[in-house]
């Protein structure tokens, strides 16, 4: 007769305490991977915030198609960071995945620990790209308006502005969940004796 245990409980305060522990203790690697997207996104909000003064200022056109094709290679770019930076975070943390899994913790419970440490990092690249990239955007229009217009330019669309920043930190997220997630189930597959006897 088989006995049905209850599911280990894994609440969302104690995964994102662990995926807050793991990365302050590894806020090198962290720093690394949390660069790659503040990259990504803040080449895009300067593209983007550079755009709308320029078409408030009716100087010349807006981005250039080929402008979005450079975005778009910088946050495949970014992707492809973020992914290779969450295997490493992987090979890295096999012993503690094994010793996790001994203890009753579940492929979902390994899974969400990934995800949401990646959230963080997303939430926190997103937030400085977008400030570094909207900076950036109105910093390369001093030449062309004064500190006053930009001013006025800013207040009018500050709006738009808003929904900039919103969506940098929302593509952040987007970006470094899928990049994550294919590392994470890796993780949450890997036997636990073999866990515990893997060397780096």
């Given at each position: 007769?088989?006995l049905?245990?209850?599911?280990?409980?894994?609440s969302?305060?104690?995964?994102?305490?662990l995926?807050?522990s793991?990365?302050k203790?590894?806020?090198?690697?962290?720093?690394?991977?949390?660069?790659?997207?503040?990259?990504?996104?803040?080449?895009?909000?300067?593209l983007?915030?550079n755009?709308?003064?320029?078409?408030?200022?009716?100087?010349?056109?807006?981005?250039?198609?080929?402008?979005?094709?450079?975005?778009?290679?910088?946050?495949?770019?970014?992707?492809?960071?973020?992914?290779?930076?969450?295997?490493?975070?992987?090979?890295?943390?096999?012993?503690?995945?094994?010793?996790?899994?001994c203890?009753?913790?579940?492929?979902?419970?390994?899974?969400?620990l990934?995800?949401?440490?990646?959230?963080?990092l997303?939430?926190?690249?997103?937030?400085?790209?977008?400030?570094i990239?909207?900076?950036m955007?109105?910093?390369?229009?001093?030449?062309r308006?004064?500190?006053?217009?930009?001013?006025?330019?800013?207040?009018?669309?500050?709006?738009?502005?808003?929904?900039?920043?919103?969506?940098?930190?929302?593509?952040?997220?987007?970006?470094?969940?899928?990049?994550?997630?294919?590392?994470?189930?890796r993780?949450?597959?890997?036997?636990?004796?073999?866990?515990?006897?893997?060397?780096?």
């Amino acid at each position: 007769m088989s006995l049905d245990l209850p599911e280990p409980d894994f609440s969302l305060s104690e995964v994102f305490y662990l995926s807050y522990s793991n990365i302050k203790r590894r806020f090198f690697r962290s720093i690394i991977t949390a660069l790659g997207i503040i990259l990504g996104i803040a080449f895009m909000a300067a593209l983007l915030t550079n755009s709308l003064i320029l078409d408030w200022l009716q100087t010349e056109s807006g981005v250039e198609a080929y402008q979005y094709w450079l975005v778009g290679i910088s946050l495949i770019v970014a992707f492809g960071g973020i992914t290779n930076s969450m295997l490493m975070a992987v090979n890295e943390r096999v012993k503690e995945i094994g010793v996790y899994k001994c203890i009753g913790g579940l492929d979902s419970h390994i899974v969400r620990l990934f995800i949401v440490e990646a959230l963080l990092l997303g939430i926190l690249g997103g937030f400085f790209g977008a400030i570094i990239g909207i900076g950036m955007g109105i910093g390369i229009n001093l030449n062309r308006a004064s500190l006053d217009e930009l001013t006025v330019i800013l207040e009018a669309n500050f709006s738009t502005l808003l929904i900039l920043f919103s969506a940098c930190i929302l593509i952040a997220i987007i970006l470094t969940s899928l990049a994550t997630y294919i590392p994470a189930r890796r993780a949450s597959k890997l036997s636990p004796a073999e866990a515990l006897r893997y060397e780096n």
